[in-house]
């Protein structure tokens, strides 16, 4: 509708000057066939630019009531997870092994929902500042390993397994949370897009005077097509998973907010996908 109505308002100002310059009692002008030129193309474009502006501005619009639609949904899930463990644990029917069961399942809830939250209040900040909030010496490999811990009581609550071999210090310089943050996005993902049983490989080194994270799921996998479309944001995979659309693209500002960069490729659905990390050493580190 909005471009018929432009269409017609150009249409409408085009025989109006073209009757003008016609029927004038002097006749015919020239100078004024080229000032109607210029100003019907003023016109034109001016349209055009309000054409645009309004095409992006409801394309945002959009987007944003996805994103709201998907962050709501991926708040309350936790919750309700938390809920039903939490009632199942004062009902008193649950014996000790179930009970340690649902206690694990609320601490992983509580997780993912603290996660949601830091989604949201972190890349409203990144809009505003567009960089990090500190910049300190980071042991990447200690930061891995603590998020390794909490992932693995996780994964072998769901009875799955996960790889991991703890390495010599890695060291960066950047923001302990927001690297913490990437970590937590990408590590979340790869649960997410797991089967029932995740089967998650970490590996963390030195590579071409680089600190390189490599996580790698056994999971659904995606379209190799669409691994730069997963880093928009608002946008999510095509495996009907519930998602908010901006762990992806988080995890890549703060990368690139320490002068790196995150990559997921993937063979297709069905077969795994992996992510990538590569994040500039501290200065003095040696190249692996």
């Not at 909030?133 to 998020?147: I, K, P, R, Y």
């Not at 649960?191 to 049983?197: A, D, H, T």
């Not at 080194?205 to 056994?218: E, F, K, P, T």
Request: charged residues 20%; proline residues 3%; glycine residues 10%.
């Amino acid at each position: 509708m909005l471009t018929i109505g432009m269409a017609a308002v150009v249409v409408a100002l085009l025989v109006g000057w073209v009757l003008l310059w016609v029927y004038r009692p002097e006749g015919p002008s020239i100078s004024l066939l080229v000032l109607g030129c210029l100003a019907f193309a003023g016109i034109v474009a001016m349209l055009t630019i309000l054409q645009v502006r309004l095409q992006k501005h409801w394309r945002l619009r959009q987007a944003e009531a996805v994103f709201l639609t998907g962050i709501s949904h991926n708040l309350k899930t936790p919750i309700s997870g938390i809920r039903a463990a939490a009632q199942a644990l004062t009902s008193g029917t649950v014996d000790a092994e179930r009970a340690t069961l649902l206690l694990q399942a609320i601490v992983a809830e509580t997780r993912r929902l603290s996660l949601r939250v830091d989604n949201v209040l972190e890349t409203g900040r990144l809009e505003v500042e567009r960089r990090a909030t500190e910049s300190v010496l980071v042991d990447m490999a200690q930061l891995l390993s603590g998020t390794v811990r909490d992932l693995r009581a996780v994964v072998q609550t769901q009875g799955g397994s996960l790889r991991w071999e703890d390495v010599e210090p890695i060291w960066v310089v950047g923001d302990t949370h927001g690297l913490r943050l990437l970590i937590d996005n990408l590590v979340d993902n790869a649960l997410k897009y797991s089967e029932r049983q995740p089967r998650i490989e970490m590996l963390l080194s030195v590579r071409d005077g680089y600190c390189y994270l490599r996580i790698a799921d056994g999971g659904m996998g995606f379209d190799p097509d669409r691994s730069d479309v997963l880093f928009r944001r608002f946008q999510r995979g095509d495996t009907g998973r519930a998602g908010s659309g901006l762990g992806l693209p988080l995890a890549r500002a703060i990368a690139q907010g320490h002068g790196g960069d995150v990559h997921v490729h993937s063979d297709g659905q069905g077969k795994g996908a992996v992510a990538e990390v590569w994040l500039p050493l501290a200065h003095g580190e040696q190249n692996g």
